[in-house]
């Protein structure tokens, strides 16, 4: 790459967001490592990319606020005048599973304004910097309940379902512009979101006899993010050992 390409990965503290963060930035991104609260991680992933020969910066805002990404995003393009954002990884996601008998509101709106609101907010405002300069990458990490719908949960199910409907959406409104939009769905995949799953059992219903693992999905977001890729959009790519979705 001749000059600095900007992505921006939320939730790159630790687990798929992490190994995401360093794939790209080996790749030759500048990365912006967003995260909520884990400064500790997040200052660990940079050092890591650093010391790799890479370039990353921290990005700390809540993706479920609009105001804490508006001012975030505003304080970095103050800080980076004629540069822009050219690549987002909308990975930010919390689960709270619970029959949905028993799910209170909160456990409802706080599963959905992290995935699906935190998509709209952070994307939005970067989407007028990748048409102007008829070049973007967004891919949203999904999950197999957003296609599958999963019991317990009906908060996360509707959310990665809503992610996925907004990604098929959002590709058709900017694929002239050479923008591409597309969604990962990972199955089970190990990080502490999986860490109080039954992994002895789990693996059991997949296919390739394992969990997957968080630099498995950081290859194909790499692939998606590439220009090898520019002519897929509007996917959903499950990467889930063969579960049959
Ligand atoms: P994780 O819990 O390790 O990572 C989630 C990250 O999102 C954390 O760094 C967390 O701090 C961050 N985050 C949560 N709320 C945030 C907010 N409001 N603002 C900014 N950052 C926030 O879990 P994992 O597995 O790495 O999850 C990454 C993504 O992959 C999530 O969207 C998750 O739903 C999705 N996923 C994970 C699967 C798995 O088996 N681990 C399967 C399918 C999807």
């Known amino acids: 790459m001749n000059s600095t390409k900007y992505a921006l ?5 630790r687990g798929i967001g992490r190994a995401i963060a360093i794939k790209l930035a080996s790749q030759g991104y500048s990365v912006i490592i967003n995260y909520a609260s884990n400064s500790e991680a997040a200052q660990q992933t940079l050092n890591d990319i650093v010391a790799a020969g ?14 804490s990404v508006a001012s975030a995003l505003d304080s970095w393009r103050a800080a980076h005048e004629g540069e822009h954002i050219s690549v987002v990884v909308n990975n930010a996601g919390i ?11 909160a456990e409802w709106r706080s599963v959905l304004s ?22 973007g990458r967004i891919v949203n990490v999904a999950s197999l309940s957003g296609i599958k719908g999963m019991p317990g949960q009906a908060n996360y199910s509707a959310a990665k379902g809503g992610l996925i409907a907004a990604t098929k959406a959002l590709a ?15 199955g089970f995949i190990k990080s502490d979101m999986t860490a109080d799953l039954n992994e002895a059992e789990l693996k ?9 693992e968080a630099e498995e999905v950081a290859e194909l977001v790499a692939f998606l993010v590439s220009d090898a890729a520019a002519y897929i959009t509007g996917e959903v790519i499950s990467i889930n050992g063969g579960i049959y979705t």
Request: hydrophobic residues 45%; positive net charge.
């Open 172 to 186: 058709q409104e900017v694929a002239k512009k050479r923008v591409t939009v597309n969604a990962v769905a990972p």
């Open 54 to 67: 890479g370039q990353a910066e921290l990005l700390p805002f809540d993706v479920s606020s609009s105001e």
């Open 204 to 212: 059991k219903l997949v296919p390739a006899g394992r969990f997957g």
């Open 9 to 13: 990965v939320t939730g790159a503290s």
């Open 95 to 105: 689960r709270k599973d619970n029959l949905m008998m028993w799910m209170p509101e």
């Open 114 to 135: 992290t995935s699906l609101d935190g998509f709209f907010n952070v994307t939005q405002p970067l989407l007028k910097d990748m048409l102007v300069h008829k070049w």
